[in-house]
């Protein structure tokens, strides 16, 4: 066993630091402290509010938007919190009172939708198919001329499937509805364009594309109806209150600026690499999310393994120095199986058998040898115990 | 998350204690389901004359504190008489570990659970009960909720998988509410069978299921 190897599989829960990102991040807690208070600050005032701009032109220019679009927030969880919320709040006399959200999003859409419903929302929930798309026919059947809001993921962050958000939006605006995206782990890992896509608000996140944690960013479509839903001071336009976090916002902007679509090719060849060695390697194997490669984001991967139950590979794996997760219950806090893919019409055994590898620019192709060669080992010693082998 | 466990059920997870089957078992016991994420195994080979485990050995489909919490009620078993054996709680288990996360201690008593049913099984196919009570519905319906279906993790009777139950002369037949083709009738049909068969009184079970 490799010592001192260390494989981290776990990026679509985060990534690291990119050094550049870190030394250009550092410099604003040490030299340019200063917050950006006012356009007619002192010069370090207006050397942080500099480094704003530039982060939220760069954010806006990955996207196709103008810069005034997009609004700095603590990460996509709060991102999620001010699109929903912000949207229903500052809509309450309205008659719409319907929102529509897919049964595979986050828990931060899920949990803001439901808190809702105290408020006079009903919210209803797409179905998706067994590859993890969003029923689109579905949506059409519950959308009407009352539903305010509809909120599809871009991506999802455990089987990596990607939406059709083009027809999503249209749909949704048809009926006179906002279309919110929550593209936390699609940002930069599938080209985005606001515009084309239809999309109202989006909400995006720093820590999963090298960037520090802590930063994100909701993109909020010029015309919507919404409110803040923090209160304090008039940052942000007036839509989030709060000092900003220059460091993490200039580095949010730095991780975009130097964000490589090499570095991505790569990434993506070492995802198909590694799953045709698990393939090759290892027997009952099932692919979790789209099966066509080109509907995933590149650095997800996921596979239920028959007879075995997730925790127990994930601990071995650890011991072995690979770092990945599974959608069992016993893993959760809860104890609750991964609902994404419950909804995605898999038994318990297959969600408690799956796993997930999150790549990212730092992994050579030796480190995914050694790991398909652990994972190897690991399945086949857990089989041998498992009543459920034949 | 290593860390929330003890160094002792690193220590069995990673090297776990009298794994596999028995061919030649005396009694057998399954509890837990894949759906539940846990499920145990157990085999006893169980000396006629002393009563003592000789011989016990499990198969666990688990997270780490299934694993060793398996090992550790496997090896405080052997050895000892089955009244003994019956005596062993899911905290003796946990201590012995050195402690249960809060959120695993049900792995322990699935655990100690298969070992009482592989006891009880025992008893009953040896002539070992003290009281001999007439298999009727409910000790019928009182094993059947340790069977689980796999899809949707509940058990049979409150998935309401049990259309009706016959007992007559040592012949138990159960009428399932699933179709023939169903891709977990086999698996279903076999714990049942496995659940009813050790019953003192049973001689025959017999699975009925709908014509797809």
Known sequence: MKKNLYVYLDSNATTRVDDEVAKYILNFYTNDYAVASSQFSHTPGIRAKDAIDKSRYLIAKAINS???????????????????????FANLNSKRKKIIVSKIEHFSVLHTAESLEKFGFEIEYLNVNHEGFVDLNHLASLIDDNTLLVSIMFANHEVGTIQDIKNASEIAHK?????????????????IDV????????????????????????????????????????????????????????????????????????????????????????????????????KRI??????????IEGESVVLHLDMRGIAVITGSACFSRSLQASHILLAM?????????????????????????????????????????????? | MSLSYSEKVLKYFLNPVNVGELKDADAIATE?????????????????????????????????????????????????????????????????????????????????????????????????????????????????????????????????LIKDIKIKDGRIDITLNMAKNNQFAGNISEEIKERLEPLWDVKEVNIILQES
């Open chain 1, 66 to 88: 103008s810069p005034e679009e997009v609004i700095f927030t603590s990460g996509a969880t709060e991102s999620n919190n001010l699109a929903i919320k912000g949207v229903a």
């Open chain 1, 175 to 191: 009926y006179g509805a906002y279309f919110h995206t929550d593209a936390a782990v699609a940002f930069l890992q599938v080209p």
């Open chain 1, 195 to 294: 515009n084309l896509l239809g999309i109202d608000l989006m909400s995006i996140t720093a820590h999963k594309i090298y960037g520090p944690k802590g930063v994100g960013a909701l993109y909020i479509r010029k015309g919507t109806k919404i409110e803040k839903i923090i209160e304090g001071g008039y940052q942000e336009f007036n839509l989030r209150a709060g000092t900003e976090n220059v460091p993490g916002i200039a580095g949010f902007g730095k991780a975009v600026e130097i964000f490589s679509q090499e570095d991505l090719k790569k990434v993506r060849n070492l995802r198909d690499y590694l799953y045709e060695q698990i393939k090759e390697n290892i027997s009952g194997v099932y692919l979790n999310g789209a099966s066509d490669f080109n």
């Open chain 1, 298 to 307: 590149p650095n997800n991967l996921n596979v239920s393994f028959d007879y």
């Open chain 1, 345 to 390: 019409g898999f038994t318990h055994e297959r969600a408690h058998g799956s796993i997930r590898f999150g790549l990212h620019k730092y992994l050579t192709k030796e480190d995914i040898d050694w790991t398909v060669e652990n994972v190897k080992e690991v399945v086949e010693k857990l089989r041998k115990l498992s009543p459920l082998s034949k």
């Open chain 2, 32 to 160: 837990g389901s894949p759906a539940c994420g846990d499920m145990i195994k157990l085999f006893l080979k169980v000396n006629k004359d002393t009563k003592v485990i000789e011989d016990i050995k499990f198969k666990s489909y688990g997270c780490a504190s299934n694993i060793a919490t398996a090992s550790v009620i496997t090896e405080l078993a052997k050895g000892k008489t089955l009244d003994e054996a019956k005596k062993i709680t899911w905290t003796d288990a946990a201590e012995y570990l050195g402690g249960l996360p809060p959120v695993k201690v049900h792995c322990a008593v699935l655990a100690v659970d298969a070992l009482k049913t592989a006891i009880e099984n025992y008893e009953h196919t040896h002539g070992l009960l003290k009281e001999k009570k007439p298999t009727d519905e409910k000790i019928v319906r009182e094993r059947l909720k340790h069977v689980i279906n796999p899809l949707t993790g509940l058990d049979v009777l409150q998935g309401n």
